[in-house]
Structure formats: C-alpha cells, structure tokens
C-alpha cells in the first residue's frame, strides 16, 4: 500500500532546503510517494512540485491565505498520509490549508534590529506549535521547551570520508556559510585581520548572500588575504585545503557546515550557541568575540594543533550522528500517525 509524505518548505535554499530535499529523497527511497511544496518552481530532479505564493512573512494575513488556498488545492490532488512542514510560516500555511501538520524548526532566535512585533508573533507560534502538531522537532538540543530534539545529518556525510590534513603552505582557514544577516560573516574577516598581525594566514570564504558586497569591501579595507569563491556546491576541495573551518552567527540549529568539517577532519570554531554546543562537546571553540576568535586562528594555525584538533572532532561526529539521521525515527512516527496511534 502507497504512503504519500507532503513536505512543506519556507525555503529550498540553505541547510533548511537541503535537509528538505535530503528528507524527500530518503522517503522515496523507502517506498513513500513524496512531494514538495514550496515557493520553488525549478527544483531539479524528478520530485513534484506543487508552488505556492509565500509571502515574506507569516504576519502577511493575505499572503497567508492566498498560499493556503494553493497548498489546499495541491493536498486535494495528492492526497497525502502525512504533511511536514519546514519551518514556521509553513506551518501556519498548512494550518489554515486543514489539518495537523507534523513541523521541524531549524533555528530559533533573532538579528539585531527586527521588528519587536515579529519577535512577539514568533514566540506564540513557538509556544503554540507542540500543543497543535502530532510531532514538533527542533534540529538543536534545549533550544525550545516541549520541542522535540532531533538530530539532522547532513545529505554529504554519506559523500566523502576524512580527508588528509593539508601537508604544508599558508595555514588557511574556511568560512563556509551564507553571507546574510543571521550569520556574522564580517567578524570573521576582522578576526583573521587580528590574527594575521602575528602570523601569516589566509581565508576562504565560500558562501553568497546579501551581505557580500560588503564582507568584501572589509577584507579589501584590512587588507586580509581572503579569496571568495561563492556558493560551493563541491566542498570537499575546499576542505581539503584548509586547517579549521568558522561559522559563526546570531543564531543556529544544527549547522550542516560544521557536521561536514568534523566529518572531514576539521577542527571548528563556532558561536556560542546550543546546537554548535551539542555537535562539538570538547572538540571545537566556541567564542563570541572577535578576539576570541582571532586566538583560536593562531592556535589553530599550528599544525599539530590543528590536525589533533581535527582527529577529535571526526571522532565526536560519528559518536553523536548517523548518516541517515533523522529519518527512520521520522518513518516510524509517521507510521504511528497513519495508524492512528498519535
């Protein structure tokens, strides 16, 4: 008997619309019919698509139901067992479409300067989700109360393995995340201009966004060596050359980057935050200043710091993740649902 899994997304884009993807083509290996529905209308591949109109933001009273409306009609024709939804908006999408939705949210926090009504309208919906969804996950551990964690693997990890640790040159250090406001892309350009004063060194920055053009105009300003390369789908030749890899940000879920870089042999330098907490327990550096940060860039520029470093966090990642994560335990509690158990 035919199971069909509707996935909705507020975006195909990022870490969110990965695990998305990642999430659709796990269960349509496992003898599910899937389908997306997302603001996307040239997903590759052989997924169907149902578009909707998403508006900006949930707080768009008539985007809101003009995009219900649309995900209504595609539920008609489908005819899922199961909705999940990525991310909040989608949620209250699939809530006025009809039904109980299952939803996972990849993060949970606020950049400086958003509108207190967002923030307020955010925290209801925070609080109002797992009394109203038959499951309401959360990618990072003791983020939300009543979510349930659920640990997210990266689609790559099944990709590559551990990679050899750059045998000599400039110690070189990899920013792999987007230039946007939720991440901190300029702090570290002005780290690695800090750390340089007291060795050589060189960056990486392999992401784009809004924010580019202006991480760009700093590096050229403090005069770091910084070559950008822009979205990188291949990552594995960019780690390869690199010594540790940065991420830092406002907020996170379970960021993919840093499971790849751990993956790879990588030591990580990451925002004090639960989920970068949770992946490297006392394989990484966590820091929240940008001198802090510049400290661990010349720490890291030992190499056998470095490479020991990076030997522990290979080991910690494939303690704490599978490469399947977290999709049979999903299965299994859509199964519930189907059987009318939850």
């Given at each position: 008997?035919?199971?069909r ?13 990965e ?32 578009p ?7 707080l ?12 209504r ?6 005819r ?92 070189t ?11 901190r ?8 201009a ?34 950008f ?16 890899v ?29 989920g ?24 890291l ?13 290979a ?14 335990a999903?299965?299994?509690i ?9």
């Amino acid at each position: 008997m035919s199971r069909r899994l509707l996935i909705v997304a507020d975006s195909v884009e990022g870490g969110l619309g990965e695990l998305a993807h990642s999430q659709a083509a796990w269960f349509a290996s496992h003898d599910w019919e899937v389908a997306l529905a997302s603001g996307a209308t040239d997903v590759s591949g052989s997924l169907l698509v149902y578009p909707l109109s998403l508006p900006p933001t949930a707080l768009d009273v008539a985007g809101m139901r003009q995009a219900a409306r649309e995900l209504r009609a595609a539920k008609r024709v489908f005819r899922p067992d199961v909705v999940h939804c990525h991310g909040l908006r989608s949620f209250g999408i699939a809530l006025l479409a009809g039904g109980r939705p299952f939803v996972t949210l990849h993060g949970a926090g606020t950049v400086p300067g958003e509108p207190l009504v967002h923030r307020a309208a955010r925290r209801i919906a925070l609080a109002m989700a797992p009394r109203i969804a038959p499951g309401a996950f959360v990618v990072a551990p003791d983020l939300l109360p009543r979510w349930r964690f659920l640990a997210h693997a990266s689609s790559r990890l099944a990709t590559f393995d551990l990679l050899p640790f750059p045998s000599e040159g400039t110690p070189t250090f990899l920013w792999l995340g987007r230039l946007a406001l939720p991440k901190r892309p300029e702090m570290f350009i002005e780290a690695l201009a800090i750390a340089s004063r007291q060795i050589k060194m060189a960056g990486i920055v392999a992401g784009s966004g809004p924010l580019e053009r202006r991480v760009r105009e700093l590096a050229c300003r403090l005069n770091v060596s910084v070559r950008f390369v822009g979205h990188a789908s291949e990552i594995v030749p960019l780690l390869s050359e690199s010594w540790a890899v940065v991420l830092l940000s406002w907020f996170e879920g379970l960021p993919l980057a840093i499971e790849e870089a751990m993956w790879a042999g990588r030591p990580v330098v990451s925002s004090r935050l639960p989920g970068p907490a949770w992946l490297l327990g006392e394989c990484g550096t966590l820091a929240n200043s940008v001198e802090s940060v510049a400290e661990m860039l010349v720490r890291l520029a030992d190499p056998n710091v470095a490479r020991t470093l990076g030997e522990a966090a290979a080991e910690r990642i494939r303690s704490v993740i599978n490469v399947d994560d977290p999709w049979p335990a999903l299965e299994a509690i859509y199964s519930k649902k189907i059987n009318g158990q939850l």
